[in-house]
Each structure stands twice: as structure tokens, then as C-alpha cells.
């Protein structure tokens, strides 16, 4: 019998991604808040995750085998102004799936984020690092793990920027993570429309594809992995530099494209320079990340094939 995995977070880009990727493996279950995909191979619910007793009914009735925290509110912005909302989906819920998961036997997969760290670290962060997070997004990223990791079977995956082309059925909806479209989405829309951009040119990130990062999550839970991993692959790249790329690979107008940098935007700072992960623990588990160029020309493909 195929094992259970319950997705949260379905119509997210990781999540919408994980249903698709996981659905030759495993018996599908999910939850979206606002934003439905409508997979006919997903058994699915309507969920706010705040809301424990719907939570709690949902994942007893199911009792999946594993279950996949692909959900958040992913504006560092918002988080900042928002601080009791990001408390409650970032630390209350994940604390109450995580119970719900010990009381059933599931293991529970969480997705964080660099912002664990301060960006100051002049080379790419292992998962040996001391987190030290700069804003609120990033400290209640880390209470999260921290909650989720008592249970040593349960896994943890970080990444650094993540990119990716929605579903046709998911852009345009709302959603309640507060940034419905990502970084390339945005900047390919931008470029279709013609629209300059200004983009930061003295960060460094290591962007991943959500494709790949659904991947390296299912990689980790089929090979019985635990404990903290990064998944990013070796790319050090500021965002203006990745965008020129992009749009090279896809064809679009990279004149468009402006260098600016933190200051002259007028940013205050809440992340560090540096939000480069290293990614050798995963490689040593066997897994291979898609390059820079292999993944842009998946992108290229969905974008044009929607
Ligand atoms: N985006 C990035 O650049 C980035 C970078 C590093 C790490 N990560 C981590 O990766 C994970 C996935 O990110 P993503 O960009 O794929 O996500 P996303 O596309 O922003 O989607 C987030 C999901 O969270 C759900 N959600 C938010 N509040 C909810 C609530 N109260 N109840 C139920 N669902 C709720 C949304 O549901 P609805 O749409 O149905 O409302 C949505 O499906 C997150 O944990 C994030 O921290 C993201």
C-alpha cells in the first residue's frame, strides 16, 4: 500500500510543485487556505492552520504518514508589520502540527528559509552554522525549526531565494502568504509588459527553482533523512546578475533590467549581503541540483507553454 503524504500549502508554489512530484510515490492528501489548484489527483480541504480544531479533525481523519509544512506568510515586510500573524502561522500552528504529528506517528517535513541567519558570514552557510536571524520573518522561521526538530525523525529544508512559474489555475488568485507571485514570476511579467526594473545588485543569493527544491524534499523523505538540510545549489548570484541571465535564457529584454543597490533603493535592511547556503550535506546523500541554465530553460518552458 502506497503511504499517505498530506501537503499544507497545496496551492503555494513548493506546494502545488510537491502534489505534482509526489504523486507517482504516494497517496496525496492536502490543504489550501485561499488558493485551490483543483488537482484531481489530490484529495484536498480548505484550511486555515491557525484554526486548530480544523486542523486537528483534518489531519486525524487522514493520519498521513508524512506531513509537508510547504505553507507561510514568505513577505519578510509583512512579517515585520504583522508580528502577532507571523507568530501564529510561523511559530503557534507549526507547533500545534507538530504535536498533531507526534500523536499520529507522522513525520513532519518543514520549510525554512536563510533568513535564519544574518547574512554577514563571508561564505555560504552550512547547516553547522549558528543561526542568528535579523528580522522578525527569520526569528519566527527559527522558533518554527527549533519546535519542529524535538522530534529527531523530523526534517527540516532551507532554501535561499526560490523562483518558479505557477500553475495557470493558481496566478491571479489571492493567497494568504501575502506574496502571491515570486521574485522570477514578478520579473518575467515585468519584461513581458515592457516595465523597467531596478533590481538589488549587492546581495548574493543562491536561487533555487521550486521545481528542484520539491525534488530535493522528496529525495530527503524517501532516503529516511532527519535533522537540518540545505537545499540550494552551488550558485552564488546577486539578483541583478540571475535576472540578466533569465532574460537572456528566455529570450526577454535585459535592457530593462537596472543595477541598484540596497541604499540607493532606500531599503532598510533587515537581511545581511550574504543569503548563500551551502548544500554539500544533501549532495552527500546523492542528490544532484539542477544547474543555473538547466533550470532557467525549465522555467522558459512553462512560462511559454502556458
Ligand atoms: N519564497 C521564497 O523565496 C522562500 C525562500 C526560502 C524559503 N522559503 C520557504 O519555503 C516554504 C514555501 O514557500 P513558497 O514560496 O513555496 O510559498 P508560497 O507560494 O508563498 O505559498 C505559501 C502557502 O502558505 C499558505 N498559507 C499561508 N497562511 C496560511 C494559513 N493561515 N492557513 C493555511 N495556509 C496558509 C498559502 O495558502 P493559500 O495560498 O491557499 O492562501 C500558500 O499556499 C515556506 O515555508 C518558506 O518559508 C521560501
Not at 208 to 218: E, T, W
Not at 252 to 262: A, E, T
Request: proline residues 4%; charged residues 25%; glycine residues 6%.
Amino acid at each position: 500500500m502506497r503511504k499517505k503524504i498530506f501537503i499544507i500549502g497545496l496551492g503555494g508554489l513548493t506546494g502545488s510543485k510537491l502534489a505534482i512530484m509526489a504523486q507517482n510515490d504516494y497517496e496525496v492528501f492536502g490543504s489550501y487556505n485561499l488558493r485551490n489548484p483543483e488537482f484531481t489527483f489530490v484529495k484536498s480541504v480548505k484550511l486555515d492552520i491557525s484554526n486548530v480544531p480544523e486542523l486537528q479533525k483534518a489531519l486525524s481523519e487522514i493520519h498521513p504518514d508524512i506531513l509537508i509544512n510547504a505553507s507561510g506568510i514568505n513577505s519578510v515586510d509583512y512579517c515585520e508589520s504583522h508580528q502577532d500573524e507571523a507568530r501564529r502561522i510561523h511559530i503557534d500552528a507549526v507547533k500545534c502540527i507538530s504535536e498533531i504529528a507526534d500523536s499520529l506517528g507522522a513525520k513532519f517535513v518543514h520549510l525554512s528559509s536563510d533568513s535564519v541567519f544574518d547574512g554577514m558570514k563571508d561564505a555560504p552557510y552550512t547547516e553547522k552554522d549558528r543561526p542568528n536571524p535579523i528580522n522578525f520573518y527569520g526569528h519566527t522561521k527559527l522558533a518554527g525549526e527549533k519546535i519542529v526538530l524535538k522530534n529527531s525523525k523530523n526534517l527540516v529544508v532551507r532554501a535561499s531565494v526560490l523562483y518558479g512559474w505557477l500553475l495557470k489555475q493558481l496566478s491571479n488568485l489571492p493567497s494568504s502568504s501575502m506574496k502571491p507571485s515570486n521574485f522570477g514570476q514578478w520579473l518575467i511579467t515585468k519584461l513581458i509588459s515592457g516595465e523597467k526594473v531596478k533590481i538589488i545588485a549587492d546581495e548574493y543569493d543562491s536561487p533555487i527553482i521550486a521545481d528542484d527544491f520539491a525534488r530535493s524534499i522528496l529525495h530527503l523523505v524517501k532516503n529516511n533523512q532527519a535533522g537540518v538540510f540545505h537545499s540550494a545549489p552551488p550558485i552564488r548570484i546577486t539578483r541583478y546578475d540571475f535576472s540578466i541571465k533569465l532574460a537572456h535564457i528566455l529570450g526577454l529584454n535585459s535592457g530593462l533590467i537596472q543595477p541598484v543597490s540596497n541604499k540607493e533603493l532606500g531599503r532598510i535592511i533587515t537581511t545581511g549581503f550574504n543569503k548563500c547556503l551551502d548544500s554539500n550535506k544533501i549532495k552527500r546523500t546523492g542528490f544532484k541540483f539542477l544547474s543555473l541554465e538547466e533550470s532557467l530553460n525549465l522555467l522558459k518552458k512553462q512560462v511559454f507553454s502556458t
